[in-house]
């Protein structure tokens, strides 16, 4: 952020991994950080008296997925590069006039001899690190510098606190203290007003308020919370976006029971629209039926078997791509609850004629 680079990436050798030193699903968790005695970041002369300067080095502190290769953050975990806006300890701006500007919060800064300088204020123009900051001579070592305080604090406390923050668009909305029907209300008008691609997936909002509050109005009246979640699921599941979705460990015992069984075969569909056995189980329902790899699948519980698949609502919903779906309906076409006993198959084999079996449904 000092130099304003939102190429900026982070070098590994200059990351410092924390430890979380609580429960992180119960908030606000803890985490506790040891610096290292001389750190690898990037020297800058922020004092800007026209003068070159050995300068200091700048961190923040941030909570930061890590979803490629090893613990340390790549160009890849840093979205391209730049600087963290959400869950770090320094104030980011979402505005559109003074955006990604730091306006508040805490800065780790190493100053390598007690002869650097660092920003006391944000100067006139309200933005850190430009021409008209008021300058602070900072000692050597680590130091905190909280820009909340007028002027700029330093803490050398031997274990300071450095809260990480939340901006406020990043916040979840809290809907928990609202009856079913009201949370459900203020979801759909949340859709409604900041969902980006509701002209592009032509969803109507208040048609599927219309189909679905009834649900929720019953789970109210019968004060159901098994009701609710699967209302709530439904809802979510029919919008066409991998990216919705809910905590799904609310209804794995309903995942768990609806998926227990299966006939012991998969299958796929062609180009030309056959549905096939692309996987028989050896001494499974479906081998002891007599069913070979390739063989056709016409119908299931006697529904044409396309039919069945397009009914069919994947447990692994919501999908933005029709073809992920399709792959997942043939899936799930074919998992039921073990109490289902059976399921008539009428299938026919490569070369051979068409058959019907009862296949017993098991796990």
Do not use: C
């Amino acid at each position: 952020f000092v130099t304003r680079n939102r190429k900026f990436v982070i070098p590994v050798k200059s990351q410092v991994i924390g430890e979380i030193t609580s429960d992180f699903y119960e908030s606000p968790f803890t985490y506790s950080l040891s610096l290292p005695a001389e750190p690898n970041g990037t020297l800058e002369d922020v004092n800007h008296d026209g003068k070159t300067d050995t300068g200091v080095m700048v961190f923040a502190v941030a909570y930061w997925t890590n979803t490629w290769g090893d613990p340390y953050l790549e160009k890849r975990d840093q979205g391209g590069g730049g600087w963290s806006s959400a869950y770090a300890s320094t104030k980011v701006s979402d505005d559109r006039d003074s955006y990604l500007e730091v306006y508040g919060g805490k800065y780790l800064v190493y100053a390598p001899d007690d002869k650097q300088q660092f920003p006391s204020g944000f100067g006139t123009d309200k933005k850190l690190f430009t021409d008209d900051d008021p300058i602070m001579s900072i000692p050597a070592g680590w130091s905190v510098i909280d820009l909340d305080q007028t002027p700029f604090a330093i803490d050398r406390s031997e274990k300071p606190t450095i809260d990480l923050l939340e901006p406020a668009s990043s916040a979840l909305d809290d809907f928990s203290k609202l009856s079913y029907t009201d949370a459900f209300d203020k979801m759909v008008d949340k859709f409604k007003k900041e969902y980006a691609w509701t002209e592009l997936k032509n969803i109507d909002w208040d048609a599927k308020a219309t189909e679905f509050r009834p649900r929720f109005e019953e789970a109210l009246k019968n004060n159901d919370k098994h009701a609710y979640v699967l209302a709530l699921r439904d809802f979510l599941w029919s919008i066409p976006d991998t990216h919705v979705g809910f905590d799904q460990s609310l209804i794995e015992d309903d995942f768990l029971t609806d998926t227990a069984g299966g006939l012991g075969f998969a299958m796929r569909e062609t180009d030309d629209g056959k549905i096939i056995a692309n996987f028989v189980l050896q001494g499974g329902s479906a081998d002891k039926a007599g069913m070979k790899w390739g063989a056709e699948i016409l119908s299931l519980d006697g529904k044409p078997t396309s039919d069945v698949i397009d009914a069919t609502v994947p447990w692994s919903s919501p999908f933005s791509n029709p073809a992920n779906k399709r792959l997942q309906q043939l899936r799930y076409a074919l998992r039921f609850k073990l109490d289902k006993g059976q399921v008539e198959v009428k299938f026919e084999n490569p070369g051979g004629n068409e058959q019907t079996a009862k296949l017993d449904v098991t796990n």
